[in-house]
């Protein structure tokens, strides 16, 4: 497995962040936000910026890794071809949660993850407008730092689906053609509506929710997140039980403290 030093990529992201994206935080003109090919979908000058500091350093860090990054593929969907070779990948969401730092939200988040042979090694989620960074390795545990506070990240034990809150939204759902999550409401502590991607994770991996159902599969929005789940002991799998594919656009996400609960979850709102 490739080897890095954690702390040193979770600098480079806080760097990056410091440099590229922070300062045209709540500051950005007209011309800096642009329309990708999906409506409703952003981009701005701090993504464009962010993306090609982070590769450079990353790619620095590690020679021989690739890059992966979301406003490269964006441009040229071949890049995803990546994935099949034998070398390291770094993946890169620069600003998860764009729309949301264009209208100066702090809720957005630079998430990279490390990928060897299809599967996610080590992952950072970082929130520079709150200071809250989430990192992972797998064999090396999880941690979230705040404020120079450092917590190890471990999944619950001995919690029972009533005791679950879950991330997932019900439109979702139904217009798949599966039953309204609602339906079963009185089976979980409750529901809310999911965020940008690397704020999901972020409850989870903080407690303040137990659970996720996700139907995209863009790999820079759940491999940071699978990575650090994987290291803090929770069951992430697609809708069908198998690993999470970078190359798969229609396997969905659950994420769930233990296997036995994923089964649960999935047997109740997945079938």
């Not at 922070?22 to 800096?32: F, K, M, Q, S």
């Not at 329309?35 to 790619?59: F, N, P, Y």
């Not at 080590?122 to 709150?130: D, L, S």
Request: one cysteine or more; a negative charge.
């Amino acid at each position: 497995m490739a080897t890095v030093d954690m702390l040193e990529i979770a600098g480079i992201l806080r760097e990056v962040a410091a440099t590229e994206i922070l300062p045209r935080w709540r500051n950005l003109a007209v011309g800096d936000v642009q329309k990708k090919s999906k409506a409703g979908d952003l981009v701005t000058v701090a993504d464009h910026a962010a993306e090609i500091a982070l590769a450079a350093r990353l790619e620095a860090a590690l020679p021989g890794s690739h890059v992966v990054g979301e406003e490269a593929v964006a441009a040229d969907p071949d890049v995803l071809q990546l994935f099949a070779k034998s070398e390291p990948v770094w993946v890169i969401d620069p600003i998860d949660g764009t729309r949301k730092f264009a209208e100066g939200e702090p809720t957005f988040d630079v998430m990279v993850a490390l990928v060897v042979g299809g599967r996610p090694v080590a992952g950072w989620i970082y929130a520079p407008a709150e200071n809250t960074l989430y990192l992972g390795e797998a064999g090396g545990g999880a941690e979230r730092h705040v404020e120079g506070a450092i917590t190890p990240i471990r999944a619950q034990a001995g919690l029972a689906l009533a005791d679950l809150e879950g991330i997932l939204g019900s439109g979702a759902f139904t217009s798949r053609g599966l039953s309204d999550p609602s339906a079963v409401r009185d089976r979980f502590r409750g529901y809310v509506r999911p965020t940008c991607a690397g704020h999901n994770y972020g409850r989870i991996l903080s407690g303040e929710s137990h659970f996720m159902i996700n139907f995209s599969t863009h790999p820079w929005d759940h491999l940071p997140g699978h990575a650090i789940a994987g290291a803090a002991g929770f069951h992430a799998a697609r809708h069908d039980g198998a690993p999470f594919d970078p190359l798969d656009r229609l396997g969905g996400v659950l994420v769930a403290p233990t296997r036995e609960l994923w089964d649960e979850i999935h047997s109740l709102l997945l079938t």
